[in-house]
């Protein structure tokens, strides 16, 4: 079965300051998706990734799918305290299926 | 404005007795999910129904049930709780189309279960 490594684990950043989270899977990536998760709330649906090389943004987040659809990538510039939460990568398992990382804790620092 | 509720926000059962949560969802979509979300995990799926097809993942504990009376509600019945089922419990929608691939789900707030 598919399996999405997320690194870092955790991360602490100053507000501000750009920051990069990765989601490497374990098989070619179909369909990749990001979700943000405030703690004890339920995941927000942040992008869809499907192709190679494929790059979208929404507000200063971006992410992006290597060409080998391996990887993913969410970068986030200048970040602000509402970035803060668990951000996690979700990938495509068969249909109607997502299998979930382990997801990247975020806190930023005033 | 079209969402996914889930009832109660939290619940508390002793162990052994059954609990069942509650799902409902106003966006009309064909698929609908179970989580189970232990803490600083990844959500697991336990089942989803795609209309009224039941899909049960091949590790979910028989322990776990669920039924779906129509489109809009889906329930999840925990048999006989035990305390390593203390989890939050994540409900998703999502409406493949006509190509039946997976498009974004839609979450619910979660329902925290705590066993004593």
């Known amino acids: 079965s598919q399996e999405l490594e997320q690194s870092p684990q955790s991360l602490i950043v100053q507000e501000g300051k750009n920051l990069t989270i990765n989601c490497t899977s374990s098989?070619?990536?179909?369909?990749l998706y990001w979700y943000k998760q405030k703690y004890g709330e339920g995941l927000i649906f942040l992008m869809m990734?499907?192709?190679?090389?494929e790059e979208k943004s929404h507000e200063k987040i971006t992410a992006k799918l290597d060409e080998k659809k391996q990887q993913s990538s969410l970068h986030i510039t200048a970040s602000q305290p509402s970035h803060a939460g668990i951000y996690l990568c979700?990938?495509?398992?068969?249909?109607?299926?997502?299998?979930f990382g382990q997801g990247t804790r975020l806190t930023i620092n005033p | 404005d079209a969402m996914v509720i889930q009832n109660p926000r939290y619940q508390v059962t002793q162990f052994g007795k059954p609990v069942t949560l509650s799902c409902s969802q106003t966006l009309n979509h064909n698929v609908m999910y179970w989580y189970q979300q232990k803490s600083s995990q990844a959500p697991k799926l336990l089942f989803h129904?795609?209309?009224?097809?039941?899909?049960n993942e091949a590790d979910t504990p028989d322990n776990f049930q669920s039924r779906r009376p129509n489109t809009s509600f889906c329930f999840l019945d925990i048999r006989s709780p035990g305390l390593g089922d203390a989890a939050m419990y994540l409900c998703?929608?999502?409406?493949?189309?006509?190509?039946?691939?997976?498009?974004?789900?839609?979450f619910g707030p979660g329902t925290r279960l705590t066993v004593t």
């Open positions: 129904y795609y209309d009224k097809d039941f899909n």
């Open positions: 979700g990938a495509t398992q068969g249909a109607q299926k997502l299998v």
């Open positions: 998703a929608t999502s409406n493949p189309g006509t190509s039946g691939f997976t498009y974004e789900q839609y």
């Open positions: 990734l499907q192709k190679g090389g």
């Open positions: 098989k070619t990536l179909y369909g």
